[in-house]
Every structure is written in C-alpha cells, then in structure tokens.
C-alpha cells in the first residue's frame, strides 16, 4: 500500500514538548522501560490514548542482524557477536505518536517475532506460527551482504506465499558500515521501482551511553530508530483504515514512497 511519509502520523512529534511527555511514559531517568506480556505504558488521566497493538514477523537470512534490529528498537544491548537465534523470540515495543487527521494521539505496540533461519527450515510448524494473526512483516538484507540483498525477491514471495493481507516493509540493516556497502542506491531504487514497497535504513550498533558509561542512553536511543517505530505506524495503521473501509484503497500501480 502507497502511504506518503507524513501522510499518517506526524513524523517529528516526539520532538515537541507534548510528544515528548508521552514518550517519558516508555523511559525511567533516559533509560528505557521494559514491558512484560501483559503491561503497558501508564498515562496520567489528561493524557490518555487508546492502544493499537500490531505482530509483526521478522524475516531475513541468518547473519543479517535480525535479533540486533529488534535489540535497537527495544532499547536492549544489540549483540557484538552473530549468535543464531533457536526457536522463536519475541519482544514487545511500545511508540506513542500523533495522527496527522484527528490529531489524536495513539500508543502503539509492536510485538516482534524474531527467528532463526535453520529453525525455519527445520520445523514446518514455525514460520505458519509466526505469521499466523501477523499484521506485517519486515524483510531484512544487510547493506554488507550483497546476497541477503539478491535473496530478497523469492524471500518476500516464499514467507507472503498464500496472503497479501500483510504491511511488507524492507529494512537495510548495518547501514553504519554503508562505506562498505555491497548494494547501491541504484539498486535500491530499482528493487522500489519493481516491488513498490518502501525501504529503510538502519544502524546495527548500540547508540550513546549515560554518563556511567554503561546504560544505554534511552531518549538517545529512540531518537535514532524513530524513524523505523513512525515507518512502522504509518503504514500498519493506514492499512487498518483501508480494511475498514475509512479510507479507499491505494489504485493499483502506485508507487511507494521511501522511507530513509
């Protein structure tokens, strides 16, 4: 689906004074807060927004930095060493952000499904398990492996094989080692051109560090994946207007537009 950046959710709101009230809701002194299966961020009564919560598969050749992507999203120590991941991980992600429309502002909840390729190809329960009830998956190649980049075309066919019901989002991992890229812009322009799905950028290592040195600065850290949690938002939240009938469906042939 076509989704304008901006269109949907209003992309530099946790900047502002009101944005950044509620985005202390997910951080304690900068650091970030973490949330169990059954708990959420608390609002003060005069800040109160509903909740949408979203599945979202994360899909991609080992090595490509899948557990550290959602590592960086969650605020959590991205791994210094590849490490494939057995079985299924999961891991919650909460964003508040604003709708441009209403001007309402809604806390989202990303639920992430992470798994490791050989226990995909082991067990063929796993891969209908992750996306059974999902609402998008992320498709991820590393900008210093030019293959997971090549792979993506059958990946995306093989993992959406017997749905279209899902946001399908690509996101190009270790852009931090972008000197070293194997995949260009002009291939990135032309896999959007044959695909029309938008692609983003991500850094794999760990942001800024409080003044211990230690702890992962929180407000930092949020400020670099933004753009991912808003990208996220944008279109899994347009999708929901279009499958409810609020907003017509995107005509055929409309090109995506990328988000950086």
């Given amino acids: 689906m076509a989704v304008s950046t901006g269109s949907v959710i209003v992309p530099d709101w946790h900047k502002s004074p009101e944005g950044k009230e509620y985005l202390a809701t997910i951080l304690r002194k900068n650091k970030r807060k973490f949330f169990g299966l059954i708990e959420r961020p608390v609002l003060p009564p005069q800040m109160a927004a509903d909740t949408a919560s979203y599945k979202i598969f ?5 090595g490509v930095g ?83 980049f090549d792979d993506l075309p059958s990946q995306i066919s093989r993992v959406t094989e017997g749905s279209e019901n899902f946001v399908k989002i690509v996101i190009g991992s270790k852009f931090d080692q972008f000197m070293h890229t194997d995949v260009t812009e002009r291939d990135l322009a032309e896999f959007r051109r044959a695909w029309r799905l938008p692609v ?61």
């Fill in 58 to 62: 994360v899909s991609g050749k080992s």
């Fill in 66 to 148: 899948k557990t550290a992507m959602v590592a960086k999203l969650a605020g959590l120590e991205v791994p210094s060493a590849h490490h494939e991941t057995t079985g299924i991980q999961t891991t919650t992600v909460y964003w508040p952000a604003k709708l441009r429309d209403s001007g309402r502002a809604l806390i989202f909840r990303f639920h992430f499904w992470d798994c490791g390729e050989a226990a995909l190809k082991k067990f063929d329960h796993i891969l209908p398990a992750c996306k059974e009830k999902a609402d998008g998956i992320l498709f991820l190649f590393s900008f210093t492996d030019r293959s997971s």
């Fill in 200 to 260: 983003l950028r991500m850094k794999s290592v760990n942001g800024p560090r409080l003044a211990d040195g230690r702890t992962l600065d929180g407000r930092a850290g949020l400020a670099h994946v933004a753009h991912v949690l808003n990208g996220l938002a944008e279109h899994l939240w347009y999708q929901d207007q279009v499958m409810a009938g609020i907003v017509p469906a995107p005509q055929p042939g409309t090109e995506e537009t990328s988000l950086c």
